[in-house]
């Protein structure tokens, strides 16, 4: 649940004189969220999500993904879309924070998607690689390879609290990982968190992807490895490769994967599940006393990790042959 | 901040189809609301809100409350106005909790008032008066009177933790109010919390009033009473009679106050800031471990109280003689 910062309905409206979107007909904090503020604000000219950039999003990094959200949208990718200011600026300052204004984008997310959801989503990332293509600014994945290892000692010794084994399980992954993690596979701009609750749909169709704030440069097929995790296993912890196969082909309708890609892509998928079993680690360790949000379970992501590891070639994933 | 109860894009989609109220287009739980859980729901038919109820509302007060937004709005008063399901019912059940679905106001709460929007919250407020004077359920009202001792002892000697001397003024203020407290006022269905976050306007003008789930039956000059230390008082604590004058007018002009009513609104006055001391105090001292929502200063109300203490006659909140 997300509005950490309090914004009055006349300061909203002093901020609003600073576009030209007509008059505010309607203001609410809206409760999805964890690392921003966010606003579902409604003018006479339409619907726009106003995020405030609370302390966990780096100011410097923020030009990237603004930028980005305008280069894609322009680029025809349903995206939110930032809206310049009077000035010409999309940046400003609103209760102390960086704060945008993006377009409302209509859809519904999936919490159990369907292999025609998966299908949707694989097409839909693969726009986004081609619409990046050209983007200008680079943005460092610092939650890639070299960034496991700080995470992992940021833990600092109490991951077999959390189940026993697991320090030891991950000290082995990591290693094996650091050593041969993949080279020289093609680049570009990547989503890097395309969970289902980034994805919009209306009418089985994805309508929209949301949320940009860990988009950055790195491996396009990294990014087809984060969605194998995040969209292909059942609850139970299986891998569904029906969905593997619809997301699979689905991206490789719109962008083909090279011989390197497939040939790293079940390396690419045990680092995604490592960097989000880690993540989630180092959250689950550090609740607040008294949070109301409930951090995610990283065991979800042990089991994932174990999968990958017993996977020969990304044909198990269901690549066409 | 309330989204209490986590309501997933399928159940919601499950729950509508019990609505003729077209396809789901967008879904997002809102930040406001402390008691009840509350999402801004957008279907190919229009906006609504969709609440479910927390325990702090009691089941069976919620026929009064969906049918008094029904009435209300029947009458053509700009509220809520609950949408039936196929069924015909109005309340239903949705993740464990009764729920309701009402249409969607469009307007903007103002947290510093000016005169004229109390102008136009006093004409609002006569109008909803008339407007339920025909609606045919009781519901009587727990924080009356009667209920201010039990609230008090709920405090149980702790209010001097607060401020000194506190538990003795509330003390004597309750057993005065108990003992002077007006009798045979005209009664009938009152908002009983209308505070400027409940009530929306557009281009300076009442656009609508929402949450009517303190909503009683009760004195009319009662809810007069509650606006007047709602709307009246400025931050700093003094009274404002040109905002006082300007919602006492705006009343009048609909609804008449009766001299019994002119004579006794110093008191309800009092006991409307005499209730909410108590409950802001119970609140205060009451706060869970890590909580994020920060109780309201009960001492507003003292102050509020103070001042109601030293007025003589209603003329003294700016009603025309």
């Not at 959200?69 to 999309?90: F, K, N, Q, W």
């Not at 984008?105 to 299908?119: I, K, M, N, Q, Y």
């Not at 993690?181 to 994805?206: C, Q, R, S, T």
């Not at 690419?268 to 949000?293: H, Q």
Request: aromatic letters at 10%; charged letters at 20%.
């Amino acid at each position: 649940m997300a509005v950490y910062t309090d914004v009055s309905p006349a300061e909203l409206e002093a901020f609003l004189a600073g576009y030209d979107m007509g008059t505010l007909t309607s203001f609410h904090g809206i409760a999805e969220g964890v690392e921003n503020s966010n606003f579902l604000v409604q003018t006479t000219t339409g619907s726009y999500i106003l995020t405030l950039y609370e302390k966990r999003v780096r100011r410097e990094d923020l030009p990237f993904f603004i930028g980005l959200m305008r280069h894609l949208a322009g680029r025809g990718l349903s995206c939110p879309e930032p809206v310049a200011r009077r000035s010409g600026e999309v940046l400003a300052e609103l209760a102390g924070r960086p704060a945008a204004m993006v377009t409302f984008l209509p859809g519904v997310s999936v919490r159990r998607p369907t292999a025609e959801h998966c299908a949707e989503l694989g097409r839909g990332l693969a726009q986004l690689h081609l619409a990046g293509a050209d983007f200008a600014m680079r943005r460092t994945n610092n939650l890639s390879v070299s960034g496991w290892r700080p995470l992992f000692n940021a833990a600092d010794g109490q991951a077999d609290t959390v189940a026993p084994g697991l320090g030891e399980t991950i000290a082995t992954e990591l290693a094996a990982l650091e050593q041969s993690w993949p080279k020289g596979l093609p680049e570009g701009v990547i989503h890097a968190d395309l969970f289902p609750d980034n994805a919009f749909f209306l009418d089985d169709k994805l309508s929209g992807i949301i949320d940009f704030y860990f988009a950055c440069t790195d491996y396009l097929a990294y990014d087809v490895a984060v969605c194998l995790n995040a969209w292909c296993f059942e609850p139970d912890g299986a891998y569904n490769i029906t969905k593997g196969r619809a997301l699979l082909a689905g991206y490789e309708a719109v962008r083909a994967l090279s011989d390197a890609e497939k040939a790293a892509l079940p390396r690419l998928a045990r680092g995604a599940a490592l960097r989000f079993l880690l993540t989630r680690l180092v959250d689950w360790l550090n609740v607040p006393e008294g949070a109301l949000v409930k951090p995610k379970d990283p065991l979800e992501y042990l089991k994932k990790l174990r999968f990958h590891r017993a996977v020969d070639n990304a044909q198990d994933y269901g690549l066409a042959a």
